[in-house]
């Protein structure tokens, strides 16, 4: 249903604040419906035609647009300028897709795809003397356009006008009733066919015009500039209104409404055309309408090149004697592509999509591709097929723990062949193994990890496979806890780790054998041996050796000899169930401290400040608890001798 009449809503309902910067070409025009009821004005069909790339979207630009809106607004003015209805709110009564695809061989496949949408509002005016404008201005045109500055900043104006009593005011307006897609490629000539229509029969004059901004200093909303529209946008040189995309030859436009023209440069161009109404009887001018439309000028030029891999070596599993050939070529849209495969056989094909040929046997078969046979852009080349399928690559592995030989056992097979060389690959530095015959094979990891084994299988018949399974090596790290030394009848809590499964031996004072920590009642000398194991089965020793002295106590020799031969070099006591070491302090004969310590396995190496320290007799001072809690404290005196 026709939407109408005068439309007395504030714009201020309605604001149209975003960029839409896919808004690429537009016109407005209008239909005479007859006299009102009351026979003083007359009632008009208005039209505006927008045009968007359909392909277009915003992304992240802020404020940015990527479809229609819906309603847009138009104004109504005198000829001097004088508005006349408060906004006029035009609906989208319809949309169009508009789509060109190149379906040409010898060129590279190129779209259009835009979009035209109609909005229409009915308005009533009175007939004047010098009529009236009625106009639709707006931010902003495409992206980098190649004829106009900072187009996704510049404005567009479409208008129409509607003749005085002078005239004819119940004229209908020329407008641009062919709305189509073209693709345009660069130095190839194109022609379309840009004639107007008009319901009158009118005398209608062609010429390409200036496009029009929108006469606003910000162009963030539509614009209410009264007329005259004769601001142009800002062309780039050489371009302007009469030559918007140059060429050779140029663009024109004939008296009949032909676009002609060879482009010389690809890229976007605002394109605009002015048709010139006559009345066919008076020859009175009725006025100028004009149309704004994006050309797009594309690349199109592809070299045809016949391409697919020179060598298939068929080295399937599937021992069938199907092989499967891609097509890798680069032509036109609608190329075809024809193929002989050296079995006797051939096909001819637009797809490039790849596909199985079956052949007879096996063997080595000749191919060959020839793009767009029989035509000037054609190109060929021949490759070789080589049929011998049913080669299945496998490995075993036996064992799971580090340190032990992990045995590899080839278990691949190949029916149309002869598998001539392995290569193994344990996943370390320096683990691969020379190519050769070897189906089987050990290996011996130094640590548990995940690794990577790959076999690499090659054959008789140019063909190479390689299969890759991830192994884990599992470890067990076994401690039995350092070396000790107790007093006599002084427990000792055990320190196995390293696994899941703990066994001791001898068994003798242990409160349970069979776990990590148990604890060890006993007065003689005796070395612990402690198997670790995991759930995988992985296993590993250690041992740890417990002394018995009279205790508590503290032994401190009274010399040391730091000479550096292994012998007596470092100053250290040897506690005798003693359970916490408070200080262990040496000083010169000038009460300096030279050494501090509670490592009583380190003990001092005859040093003082990273120098050796002279010959002489130094005083010691220590503390420490027994295991019973009974504070120790001990000093003395220790000779260094060189």
């Given at each position: 249903m026709k939407r109408a009449v005068f439309l007395v809503l504030s714009c201020c309902l309605f604001p149209i604040l975003a960029a839409g910067y896919h808004i690429i070409g537009g016109e407005i025009y209008y239909k005479t419906l007859g006299l009102n009821g009351d026979k003083t004005r007359y009632r008009y069909l208005i039209t505006l035609k927008l045009y968007r790339d359909a392909d277009f979207t915003c992304g992240d630009r802020q404020g940015c647009i990527d479809r229609f809106e819906n309603p847009v607004t138009a104004n109504v003015f005198t000829y001097n300028g004088s508005k006349v209805l408060s906004s006029v709110y035009l609906y989208i009564e319809h949309t169009r897709p508009l789509i060109d695809t190149l379906k040409n061989p010898c060129l590279a496949p190129q779209a259009q795809h835009l979009e035209v949408a109609f909005y229409t509002a009915e308005i009533e005016l009175a007939p004047v003397a010098g009529g009236y404008y009625v106009a639709s201005q707006r931010c902003c045109r495409g992206e980098k356009l190649n004829n106009i500055y900072d187009s996704e900043h510049e404005g567009s104006t479409y208008y129409t006008t509607i003749p005085g009593t002078e005239s004819r005011p119940n004229n209908n307006s020329a407008y641009f009733n062919k709305d189509t897609s073209i693709v345009i490629c660069n130095a190839l000539p194109f022609s379309l066919d840009y004639a107007a229509y008009d319901e009158d029969g009118d005398s209608l004059t062609y010429n390409l015009c200036n496009a029009l901004t929108d006469g606003s200093s910000t162009n963030e909303s539509n614009s209410t500039t009264p007329p005259p529209y004769n601001t142009t946008v800002r062309y780039i040189p050489p371009y302007s209104g009469s030559n918007p995309m140059g060429g050779r030859p140029g663009i024109s436009i004939s008296s009949g409404g032909l676009i002609t023209c060879t482009p010389n440069m690809p890229g976007k161009y605002v394109v605009t055309v002015c048709v010139n109404e006559y009345d066919r009887v008076t020859k009175?001018?009725?006025?100028?309408?004009?149309?704004?439309?994006?050309?797009?000028?594309?690349?199109?030029?592809?070299?045809?090149?016949?391409?697919?891999?020179?060598?298939?070596?068929?080295?399937?599993?599937?021992?069938?004697?199907?092989?499967?050939?891609?097509?890798?070529?680069?032509?036109?849209?609608?190329?075809?592509?024809?193929?002989?495969?050296?079995?006797?056989?051939?096909?001819?094909?637009?797809?490039?999509?790849?596909?199985?040929?079956?052949?007879?046997?096996?063997?080595?078969?000749?191919?060959?591709?020839?793009?767009?046979?029989?035509?000037?852009?054609?190109?060929?080349?021949?490759?070789?097929?080589?049929?011998?399928?049913?080669?299945?690559?496998?490995?075993?592995?036996?064992?799971l723990c580090r340190g032990d030989p992990i045995a590899f056992n080839d278990t691949s097979s190949y029916r149309y062949g002869h598998i001539i060389s392995h290569i193994w690959d344990f996943g370390v530095s320096d683990s691969t193994v020379t190519p050769g015959s070897q189906q089987s094979l050990t290996h011996t990891f130094t640590k548990g990890d995940v690794y990577t084994i790959s076999l690499t299988l090659l054959t008789d018949k140019n063909c190479q496979k390689t299969v890759t399974k991830n192994l884990r090596i599992y470890e067990v790290n076994p401690f039995a806890g350092n070396d000790t030394i107790l007093a006599r009848g002084q427990p000792l809590v055990m320190q196995g780790s390293g696994g899941d499964f703990y066994s001791w031996s001898p068994s003798d004072g242990l409160s349970d054998p069979l776990i990590a920590r148990p604890v060890l009642n006993y007065n003689r000398d005796i070395v612990f041996k402690l198997r670790v194991s995991n759930e995988q089965g992985c296993f590993g020793y250690a041992t740890v050796s417990v002394k018995y002295y009279t205790g508590p106590e503290i032994y401190i020799p009274n010399?040391?000899?730091?000479?550096?031969?292994?012998?007596?070099?470092?100053?250290?006591?040897?506690?005798?169930?003693?359970?916490?070491?408070?200080?262990?302090?040496?000083?010169?004969?000038?009460?300096?401290?030279?050494?501090?310590?509670?490592?009583?396995?380190?003990?001092?190496?005859?040093?003082?400040?990273?120098?050796?320290?002279?010959?002489?007799?130094?005083?010691?001072?220590?503390?420490g608890t027994d295991y019973t809690g009974k504070v120790i404290q001990k000093k003395g005196t220790v000779t260094l001798i060189r």
């Open positions: 009175q001018f009725l006025g100028t309408h004009s149309k704004d439309i994006l050309l797009t000028v594309f690349d199109c030029q592809t070299k045809i090149i016949a391409s697919f891999p020179p060598v298939l070596n068929n080295c399937t599993e599937d021992p069938a004697l199907h092989v499967p050939i891609s097509n890798s070529s680069n032509a036109g849209f609608t190329s075809t592509y024809y193929w002989t495969f050296g079995d006797g056989t051939d096909t001819l094909t637009d797809s490039k999509t790849m596909f199985y040929h079956q052949y007879p046997d096996t063997g080595v078969y000749r191919v060959k591709l020839v793009v767009n046979p029989g035509l000037a852009c054609t190109d060929s080349m021949q490759g070789e097929v080589n049929n011998y399928p049913g080669l299945v690559a496998g490995f075993t592995s036996t064992g010399a040391f000899t730091p000479n550096g031969d292994g012998q007596n070099d470092r100053f250290r006591f040897i506690p005798v169930g003693i359970t916490e070491y408070k200080f262990f302090r040496i000083y010169n004969r000038w009460g300096v401290e030279i050494y501090s310590s509670t490592d009583f396995r380190a003990g001092w190496d005859g040093t003082y400040k990273g120098m050796p320290a002279p010959v002489d007799t130094y005083i010691w001072i220590l503390q």
